[in-house]
């Protein structure tokens, strides 16, 4: 049996790991991250205890100084963070994307440079997709790349982009010239925080969180030939090959679903979790409301949704550790949407079992109701989502 098509029950190895992060979570908590948040921070002690424990690159090679596992390993570490409540929305960048793109692709010096400091927490990457016209059309993109002699000439604007302000570098999605065709293609680089024209200002939030959203202005942004991921020192490999980005580009974006799949069950868990405590022990009549099946049943059926959301990331975390891209990224679009879907359920029905105490700061779920639509979102919206089942998978024709 593939490991493609192998049962979705997790190894015993899966379920000590589980153990492991749901212990060092446990450890902070959602109290913590509330804080953190309150007082502009950001959760830099937890990133250096879950670097310690080998957690933030278990998806990295072993030869670089990461656990060798993969995105099912990576997912249930920020899973278990986030039913700890103080998920670490960067592992979805830094390790998950960043870090897969450049195990997968990148040159042996770009492997060097930045692999063991993404496996120890002591480096970390942003990752720039999105742009102010283009929302979810990474075809319309107008972040465009020239060549200049050797070197790289980026130029364009990104939004939402994630924790610039504490990353060493940004991977950049950019297009340039095909020279066979005069096609602009994808390609990514990697652009330093402290490079001449590249800027950021910090984007005004109604979201309270702790990783700040930026947008980005990149001025004729000089890069060496070594930016560009995947491509040898005179920047020409990676450059002339067909469809290379594009490939870097979705090996980057399946890992990024799935781990907001975990984010979205994680989160989804941890509100659950509270509203059944609550509905334990909170007493009005006879019996606690707990007893109630008005009150049991929504939060049973949640439950559910939420155990039914991580079997389907499961097997898209299994279809992409084994290679299979393509049913991977169908999988992937899947697990974000029902993961989404199932968690702002959870966050809902939560909130609604505590009534008014659901909104007050002390038992901290009020916060949940925004940060559970991130989800809905980010990084592709359900509509989107539905968009590709219905092409992709349903043959159906596309309405645009």
């Not at 960048?93 to 692999?115: D, E």
């Amino acid at each position: 049996m593939s490991p493609a098509t192998a049962p979705a029950a997790e190894t015993e190895e899966h379920r000590a790991l589980r153990a492991a992060v749901a212990a060092l979570g446990q450890r902070y908590g959602r109290d913590y991250h509330a804080r953190i948040t309150e007082e502009g921070g950001r959760p830099a002690e937890l990133w250096a205890d879950a670097a310690k424990l080998g957690y933030l690159g278990v998806n990295l090679p072993e030869e670089y100084g990461g656990g060798g596992g993969g995105i099912a390993e990576l997912s249930i570490v920020l899973e278990e963070l986030g039913a700890a409540g103080c998920p670490l929305l960067m592992m979805v960048v830094s390790p998950a994307i960043c870090g897969t793109v450049i195990s997968r692709f990148g040159t042996p010096a770009q492997k060097r440079a930045w692999l063991p400091g993404l496996a120890d927490g002591s480096r970390m990457m942003a990752f720039g997709i999105t742009e102010p016209d283009a929302g979810s059309n990474s075809h319309r993109i107008t972040t465009t790349a020239r060549r200049d002699g050797s070197d790289w000439v980026l130029t364009g604007r990104k939004v939402f982009v994630s924790g610039v302000d504490i990353a060493d570098a940004t991977l950049i999605v950019g297009r340039t010239e095909d020279a066979r065709t005069g096609r602009l293609k994808p390609c990514l680089f990697i652009v330093d925080r402290d490079a001449p024209g590249f800027s950021r200002s910090p984007i005004d939030m109604e979201l309270r969180a702790a990783e700040k959203q930026f947008e980005l202005v990149l001025d004729e942004v000089r890069l060496p030939a070594g930016a560009l991921v995947g491509a040898d020192d005179t920047g020409g490999d990676q450059a002339e090959a067909p469809d290379t980005g594009l490939l870097q580009l979705f090996a980057g974006l399946n890992p990024e679903r799935i781990m907001t799949a975990a984010f979205a069950v994680g989160i989804g868990r941890h509100a659950l979790a509270r509203a059944v405590e609550y509905a334990r022990t909170r007493q009005v009549w006879a019996e606690p409301i707990g007893a109630h099946q008005a009150i049991a049943h929504p939060l049973a059926a949640a439950h559910i949704e939420l155990e039914l959301a991580r079997l389907m990331m499961q097997k898209a975390a299994r279809l992409y550790d084994a290679g299979d891209d393509a049913a991977a990224g169908e999988a992937a679009n899947m697990a974000k949407y029902a993961a989404a879907e199932a968690c702002v359920k959870a966050v809902d029905q939560a909130v609604h079992t505590l009534g008014g105490n659901g909104l007050t700061r002390e038992y901290g779920l009020a916060s949940l109701v925004t940060a559970s639509r991130v989800a809905r979102i980010a990084p592709v919206s359900r509509e989107m989502i539905l968009n590709f089942v219905s092409h992709q998978t349903l043959g159906l024709p596309k309405s645009y």
